[in-house]
Antibody, heavy 121, light 106 residues
Framework: QVQLVESGGGVVQPGKSLRLSCAAS????????MHWVRQAPGKGLEWVTLISSDGSKKYYDDSVKGRFTISRDNSKDTLYLHMNNMRTQDTGVYYC??????????????WGQGTLVAVSS | SYALTQPPSVSVSPGQTATITCSGDKLGDRFVSWYQQNPGQSPLMVISQDTKRPSGIPERFSGSNSGNTATLTISGTQAMDEADYYC?????????FGTGTKVTVL
């Protein structure tokens, strides 16, 4: 059964940094494009960033561009999100999601359980 | 930037049909996915590529997309379908989610 397990969330002060991890198992991680999606408390889903299977292509939402960096280590089956200069608006649950290989037009076929990030002084 | 608009809430009686709309400029020219999210849980894909139902998703879930509107239809709605639903598409290589719709089964 495909598993995505996020970790690294916590409380951080504005302007500080945090790194999230997403450990993948039970599928060939290295062939899949991966995404981060977040959800502020009581709000809707917000796409954050994606990275191609080999790490050569990365795209970001404007709200995090220049502050967040997505990366992956295919030898460790792990996805990362490096968050710098964090803002209170970055508070929320962060999900990693796998892109469906079979879908024409991107879709997220598996999601992790999420990790909570709280930016507060 | 590209935006997707959904009604905040939809109410439906058990056994009836729930229709959730998702509006965006020329949305029919893009592929749309739909996600179900129960309170405190991760989202679950119920429709991809406008109309495709993943394995394990009940046949009562169906989708369509034309013009400026994509639609998720739940036929014979059950109590277990009460949840938040989000449409999603792509603007170049940037993901866009709809505003979300809470479906209440009365």
């Amino acid at each position: 059964q495909v598993q995505l397990v996020e970790s690294g969330g916590g409380v951080v002060q504005p302007g500080k940094s945090l790194r999230l991890s997403c450990a993948a198992s039970e599928f060939t991680f290295s062939v899949y494009t991966m995404h981060w999606v977040r959800q502020a408390p009581g709000k809707g889903l917000e796409w954050v960033t994606l990275i191609s299977s080999d790490g050569s292509k990365k795209y970001y939402d404007d709200s995090v561009k220049g502050r967040f960096t997505i990366s992956r280590d295919n030898s460790k089956d792990t996805l990362y999100l490096h968050m710098n200069n964090m803002r209170t608006q970055d508070t929320g649950v962060y999900y990693c999601a796998r892109e469906d290989l079979a879908a024409v037009g991107r879709a997220f076929d598996y999601w992790g359980q999420g990790t909570l990030v709280a930016v507060s002084s | 930037s590209y935006a997707l608009t959904q009604p905040p809430s939809v109410s439906v009686s058990p056994g009836q049909t729930a229709t959730i709309t998702c509006s965006g400029d020329k949305l029919g020219d893009r592929f749309v996915s739909w996600y179900q999210q129960n309170p405190g849980q991760s989202p679950l894909m119920v429709i991809s590529q406008d109309t495709k139902r993943p394995s394990g998703i009940p046949e009562r879930f169906s989708g369509s997309n034309s013009g400026n509107t994509a639609t998720l239809t739940i036929s014979g709605t059950q109590a277990m379908d009460e949840a938040d639903y989000y449409c999603q598409t792509w603007d170049s290589n940037t993901g866009v989610f709809g505003t979300g719709t809470k479906v209440t089964v009365l």
